[in-house]
């Protein structure tokens, strides 16, 4: 009744939109009636002194505009793999480790193919393709040009060749003849960046394309590793030489020189550059300042100092008429944050500088200001207060990404939102996530990983059990292969609103997700489903799950079986009549070493009890016996009282019930 | 515990309260009577007991609270003690989702033993999260239908609360109606919501009962009042959620925070914008010429550099065909959107379509007028106007390159007499 009502209540409602709707459209039409007729009056009373006829532009469309609406139009399937792997049905991942396989093995499948193809384009020279396709022809690698000239020079600097442009400029000044100063730009920016030594080439064999690929799944190891250089600036390198030997040096020179050795960690000496720089009474650029930026907190002991480091280069820079961009505040956010107490109260004015400047702060601005607010420990109502800040701010944005950092905002929104246990917080984040192609700026999948897994977390801890369920089935595996702690959240979820009965179903994806090598969350599982007696359906179908979970872990050869989980197994087994199975389990306890609870055996004795299988009573309390159990005289003496036996039984059970007296009488008097 | 006691504390301390002399009179008598005479300011916990008798019939004090006093005055003093409560709430909004047990009090003691003891007893219960939410989701509904919902016997008492309200209001300190809202709607979601609310402002009193305790310098005793104090824990799971006192979870990721309704309310009023700090007042706003100067610089290394890693960063498999197909698209490698028969053929745009098909015009110079190369030439042509694959670039150099054929072998053709001009 209550269901039929709520029917006819959503039917109103539906009805009432496409009424709305319907009514919103007359209007419309309605209104454009009007102004169609207005306008149309309008050249009429023009006609006679201009006679001129607007021709509606042509609207041009993207060429990808088509293929976006579409794209549109598709939703995304919680059943169905990812589409990479939608190709090849043994591509399958079920785990998060086989997704990164898999998905590395085909990104380095198609890198192998691309490096083959360039590294040998003599086989490569059909073009097939009518207009030519450029990205499928073999890109030029190796160098053409031998001669020693300026045009060899930018050659090998496109081709990003560092030690053979370093060899070609130095003939090229050994013959005497003047490099251009654009090529000189050229040639210390590729110096600097790649720190005087050859790339990784792209495409390349082995072991930089593994490096890369540990890069990305690590996340955030990687980035703290990407953060501190790889390799370190070399005194008197090459770019510091070639710097030295210029006749006259500009402030793209020093600008290049400065950056590099940020990026490579010499920050002390960036910042003795920048007083040259300004001795030889040049103007810094943009770049460079923000380079120096996020160096001067390496530079300074105290978080003050710090600050004022910061604050007197932002002086300098608009002192030197510099326009600050975007990058600009968002190293100050991010040097701010190695400022401890000072972050607090200079984060947001700094937000607001941006703000007075006019340039609109992206999500690693806000990830930074974040972060400044942040303190694990005690987690004040500061935090999540202006992570809500935030998020009306944000809501309903498309953002793009503009600086690398910003696929880190929404793991540490959602870390925020955690610590705080603050679920509508949390649903917001996902909303943010979910405009447009916000989800984009996720991040890895590791990253990803990281993301789902603290929302997850969050919903189990906070949500009622039927939305986590409904967020289960939507999240995973699709998009998130939760880890072993995931899944003993959603039993504890389960657990609090007692939908014990859904166990069995969560087995299934334990096993699928490959955590059913997991000791300590099968011996969960178990004991969750042991604990309490349900319903014999229930039980029917937790005595099946727990079948299988000890024919799958017996399928394992390194099983180690504790009696607990043992126990549980034939304890559920009991409760769904299936004594023979039960009795199996026992003999496993035999073969483990492990040694049953008296409970266990008395309740094995009652089923045996209930089903008349005298035999069986025999055998357990013969088993007891073997496993010299105390309780064995007891079980003995239950199952002289209660059972039909024949004599030879009775002379075997007797026997040992005066055998386990004789050696244990201060058992006996407990019985 | 530790913690909420200091807490406790510290909101004493801040907290400015207007403690009456009558409340120092150890005869519940007595203060009746006083607040007889000095009217509806005073605040007064016993009043509201007066009215929750129902649950504490067995309490000392309701032996006098059927003392002679017109049912109307307490009616009166119930709803002043709500205003004051509300007061109170301003500062302890945290603490609203606490609630206590009723407290014992001896007639015999005075009333500063009767606050300790009224601490002692106190229990905070705890609440759990389905509660919780029940509550969040509630509280989006007008504090008016809240009352409304209520029953009638409710009404009159409401009407009593404005008054009280008003008249409070006229004190030094002004109350929030939210507040009071907030404590009703939170109450509307127990099950036994009369009793719930009335709990709920009697911890909020007796929180400023504590406030006033201290302020008359009974500091020295906070020692007594935490060694009496005992904070019971349903053993029940439902209620796992400490809602309050000790927010140190048994996950261990530290104290944490509730969001509350009246968390929520403070959150609205202490609310602070982002964009209201000051500004570092370092930099002026930049004009549109820097942005185009920028723009019209050559990338360098480092742009490249930095772009890749912008495209790293967020590169992301596509999800369905079609984005695959923008991918495509993207790379050059797909047929572009909307079909044009004419892509790739951009050299030829501007070029009409006589110049492909009327190339007799390249036959007029350094061709014979007849004879068989002429006839040969014009077949050429023929064949030329027809190919479409061919560029008209392409075209004019094949009939360029037959004109040098033919005057290279000039001699030849003329011995031959068929070249003719």
Known sequence: ?671 | MNQFISRTTIVARNRVLYVHESFLSSNCDNVFRTLNKVGLKTFCTNSVRLCEKKDNAGTSIDSQTKLPEQKEEQRVLKTEDRGTADRQADDNSKQLLAKSQQPKVDTGKSEKENLLDLLGAMKVEVTNKRKLKTMKRQQSIESAAQYKSKPADMESTISMFQKATEEASSQSETLSPDLVAAASAAAATLPNRSRAESELLRQLRERKTLTEAQKRGDMNNIGVIIADMKVGKNSNRQNAWPSDQIRFDEDGRGYTHDRGITGELAGVRKRRNLFQAKRLNIFSPGTEEDGIKAALAKPTLWDMEFAHQLCQSTNQMPRNGFEEMIQWTEEGKLWQYPINNEIGLEEEASVPFHEHIFLDKHLEQGFPQHGPVRHFMELVVAGLSRNPYLTVKQKKEHIDWFRDYFHHKEDVLNEADVYLT
Request: charged share 25%; glycine share 4%; with cysteine.
């Open chain 1, 1 to 671: 009744m209550a269901a039929s009502g709520r029917h006819v209540g959503h039917y109103i409602q539906r009805n009432g939109r496409f009424l709305r709707v319907n009514l919103e459209g007359l209007w419309s039409n309605r209104s454009f009636g009007w102004t169609s007729a207005l306008q149309q009056q309008a050249p009429e009373v023009k006609k006679d002194a201009s006679e001129s006829i607007v021709i509606p532009r042509k609207k041009t469309w993207n060429k990808i505009a088509v293929l976006e609406a579409l794209a549109s139009t598709v939703d995304r399937d919680p059943t169905a793999y990812p589409y990479q792997f939608q190709d090849d049905p043994y591509l399958s991942p079920r785990t998060s480790s086989e997704f990164k396989l898999f998905s590395l093995s085909q990104e380095s499948g198609r890198s192998a193919a691309k490096f083959f193809v360039d590294s040998n384009p003599k086989f490569f020279t059909k073009d097939f393709a009518e207009p030519h396709i450029p990205c499928l022809m073999p890109e030029s690698v190796s160098l053409r040009l031998e001669e020693v000239s300026e045009e060899a020079l930018r050659e090998r600097i496109s081709l990003r060749k560092v030690t053979a442009a370093v060899d070609m400029y130095d003939q090229l000044l050994q013959a005497g003849t003047a490099v251009s100063m654009e090529t000189t730009h050229d040639l210390l920016d590729l110096i600097c960046l790649y720190c005087d030594r050859n790339p990784v080439q792209e495409g390349g064999p082995q072991a930089e394309e593994a490096e890369e690929a540990g890069e990305e799944t690590k996340g955030r190891r990687g980035r703290t590793r990407r953060d501190i250089p790889k390799t370190p600036w070399k005194e008197n390198n090459n770019a510091e030489r070639i710097f030295n030997l210029l006749p006259e040096r500009d402030s793209r020179c020093y600008s290049a020189l400065i950056r590099g050795m940020v990026k490579h960690g010499a920050y002390a000496k960036a910042f003795s550059l920048y007083t040259d720089l300004l001795n030889d009474r040049l103007t810094g650029d943009v770049h460079l300042f923000n380079a120096l930026i996020l160096a001067a907190p390496e530079l300074r002991e105290k978080y003050n100092e710090k600050w004022e480091l910061i604050s007197e280069l932002l002086n300098q820079m608009s002192q030197q008429k510099v326009h600050p961009d975007l990058l600009t505040f968002n190293s100050v956010l991010k040097a701010l944050r190695r400022c401890g107490y000072v972050a607090k109260t200079k984060a947001l004015s700094t937000l607001n500088e941006m703000k007075a400047v006019g340039i609109s702060p992206s999500l690693a601005t806000y990830d930074h200001i974040l972060a400044a607010f942040y303190k694990s420990a005690s987690s004040g109502p500061s935090n999540t207060e202006i992570l809500l800040e935030v998020l009306t701010e944000l809501e309903g944005t498309r953002l793009t990404c503009q600086d690398p950092d910003d696929v880190l905002f929404f793991s540490s929104a959602m870390r925020i939102c955690l610590d705080g246990k603050d679920l509508e917080l949390g649903y917001k984040v996902q909303n943010l996530l979910e405009v447009g192609d916000n989800w984009r700026l996720l991040g890895d999948s590791y990253q990803q990983s990281i993301y789902y897994g603290r929302f997850f977390n969050l919903l189990c801890m906070m949500e009622h059990i039927d939305v986590v369920l409904e967020w289960y089935r939507k999240i995973i595996p699709s998009r998130y292969y939760p880890n072993p702690q995931g899944m003993k959240d959603l039993l504890q979820a389960l657990d609090t609103d007692s939908r014990l009965d859904m166990l069995p179903t969560i087995w299934k994806d334990i096993k699928s997700l490959g955590h059913d090598n997991k000791p300590d969350l099968v011996e969960e599982l178990l004991a969750l489903m042991a604990r309490e007696e349900h319903s014999p359906e229930v039980q029917e179908s937790f005595a099946a799950c727990a079948l299988n979970v000890k024919s799958v872990c017996d399928g394992r050869l390194s099983t180690e079986w504790s009696a607990s989980a043992l126990s549980h197994i034939t304890t559920l087994l009991l409760r769904a009549n299936k004594t023979q199975e039960a009795w199996e389990v026992l003999l496993v306890f035999k073969a483990k070493n492990r040694v049953p609870s008296e409970e266990l055996l008395n309740s094995f004795l009652s089923a045996c009890h209930s089903r008349g299988d005298s035999q069986g009573a025999v055998e357990l309390v013969q088993l007891s016996a073997a496993f010299c159990l105390p309780a064995t005289s007891g079980l003995a003496s239950r199952a002289l009282a209660d059972f039909h036996l024949t004599e030879e039984q009775r002379a075997a059970l007797s026997e040992l019930e005066v055998a386990v007296e004789s050696s244990d009488p201060k058992n006996q008097q407990e019985n």
